[in-house]
């Protein structure tokens, strides 16, 4: 695989023409600086962007709205909606969903066994949330969060501490912090296997012009 980026970098989110992520600069004392960066994967080049920028990718064209109603808008997770609407999770469980007029649909908890969630994937009308510390995957009807499927619960050789998820074509990836692979989970038969082999966790995989980029400690890596 080809590196893109060194360490350093941040959640990728997909943009035109390639990805925007925020990358640390300077860290004092557990606190640290961020530049917010485009990188081109027509030109293979990276440059600085505002933070406009990375918002837009990150909650969609009312990124203002939300760069002021949120407390927190660095430390969640988002998954824009087909309706142009906004899913957003916080590790601690908050939930948050938004239609395309800024309106707040629903507002909760999310957690299992009292632990939140640390990535989401859109999966039609549900949304599959991940849970490292409980080993498992849970899917939720997005109009109402509640639980409809869960996996890895109770089988912990299943999943080891799940993180980033990625869904395409009927299969979510999903990413560890523990391990260097990935599992891709078959959503018709539920069976798992490994996808990809690496010298480090696998932070975060994403698909992009069905080029797969991943993203670990060391940087940002694309298989060309």
Not at 98 to 114: A, F, I, K
Not at 161 to 166: E, F, Q, V
Request: net charge neutral; aromatic share 14%; hydrophobic share 40%.
């Amino acid at each position: 695989m080809k590196k893109l980026y060194s360490s350093g970098a941040l959640q990728l989110i997909p943009a035109a023409k390639g990805f925007v992520f925020m990358a640390k600069q300077n860290e004092v004392e557990d606190k640290f600086v961020v530049a917010y960066k485009l990188y081109d994967l027509e030109t293979f080049r990276e440059s600085l962007v505002t933070r406009s920028v990375y918002l837009l990718a990150k909650f969609g064209p009312n990124f203002k709205f939300f760069e002021k109603e949120l407390e927190d808008y660095i430390n969640c997770v988002t998954v824009l909606l087909p309706d142009h609407g906004v899913f957003i999770a916080y590790p601690g469980g908050k939930c948050l969903r938004y239609d395309s007029e800024c309106r707040l649909l629903w507002q909760g908890s999310v957690t299992y066994q009292s632990y939140g969630p640390a990535a989401a994937a859109l999966d039609g009308d549900g949304i599959w949330l991940s849970f490292p510390e409980c080993d498992t995957v849970v899917k939720y009807k997005l109009s109402t969060m509640r639980p409809e499927l869960r996996v890895g619960a109770g089988r912990s050789d299943l999943f080891i501490r799940p993180g980033a998820l990625y869904l395409e074509d009927g299969f979510l990836y999903v990413c560890s912090s523990s391990i260097n692979k990935i599992t891709r989970l078959k959503l018709s038969t539920f069976e798992t296997e490994d996808y990809g082999s690496y010298i480090e966790p696998v932070k975060q995989f994403v698909k992009l012009d069905r080029r797969e980029l991943v993203l670990t400690n060391s940087g940002i890596y694309i298989d060309l």
